[in-house]
């Protein structure tokens, strides 16, 4: 007796549901956790497929958000904190006397030497203060390195080194200077991931078979994250999310691996 899921229902499989970035990796996690546990050559490699272009989702989402401004701030705000630290340790030497300080004058040589327009340059954005910063680096080093360390200590000025260091990397501005994901990257990487997932449901569909029950029960598990997003996109005329749940991985974590060879 023909259990009768198709074909009335099979158009809605030959296409991908549209996701954001974030929905998009949850629902291809979740396809994974369904996916028969014996899947045929041709489903195997569609699945994997999935995976891989899932995964690469993941990870550019995450170059993304790495390379936002919230994931920039703290790095900015170390990096102002240590320089105004060596900016007061250097102005404090110029309120000495003389006769109590001999090295006084050269206090206020040097602030006026590093910092001619005092602390501005690190209350820009994170850029302008990393350059800014790299030139005055530069010059202590080449020219006043002894004198900044005589008056205001070494760990002053390695404060300033180790967070313009931390400061240059997190911008893709230091030595290591990260390929940074394009404008368009989340989104190509969502378009690649809709194709391979209508590309595995419609496997799914040619081997089906409506005629056995155990085919449709397969069948049914594999599409049910597909249809449980479906009903959670209509339910809400917002934008599309698959919301997280206590058996959801951490969206973070890698995609679980495709079932292996049997």
Do not use: C
Request: net charge negative; no cysteine.
């Amino acid at each position: 007796m023909a259990v009768g899921i198709l074909p009335n229902d099979s158009p809605i499989y030959f296409h991908s549901p549209r996701f954001d970035g974030p929905s998009g990796v949850l629902l291809v996690r979740r396809l994974i956790k369904h996916a028969p546990a014996d899947p045929s050559p041709l489903l195997r490699r569609v699945l994997r497929q999935m995976r891989t272009d899932g995964e690469a989702l993941r990870v550019v989402i995450q170059e993304r958000d790495a390379a936002s401004p919230a994931r920039s701030r703290p790095f900015g705000l170390a990096h102002a904190r240590a320089w105004s630290a060596l900016h007061a340790r250097l102005d404090a030497g110029t309120k000495l006397a003389t006769d109590v300080y001999p090295l006084a004058p050269r206090a206020a040589e040097l602030i006026e030497s590093i910092f001619p327009n005092g602390l501005v340059f690190v209350a820009g954005n994170y850029d302008t203060a990393f350059f800014e910063g790299e030139t005055r680096l530069a010059k202590i080093v080449e020219r006043v390195e002894r004198d900044v360390i005589a008056i205001a200590g070494a760990p002053f000025l390695d404060g300033v080194r180790i967070t313009h260091a931390a400061l240059g990397e997190v911008l893709g501005l230091g030595r290591s200077t990260p390929e940074v994901p394009s404008t368009t990257a989340v989104q190509d990487a969502i378009a690649r991931t809709m194709k391979s997932v209508a590309a595995y449901s419609r496997v799914l569909v040619a081997e089906l078979d409506e005629d056995d029950e155990a085919s449709v029960a397969r069948f049914r598990r594999a599409v049910g994250p597909l249809d449980a997003y479906r009903a959670s996109t209509r339910a809400s005329a917002d934008q599309p999310q698959v919301e997280p749940t206590p058996g959801d991985d951490d969206p973070d974590e890698p995609l679980p691996p495709t079932p292996p060879v049997s």
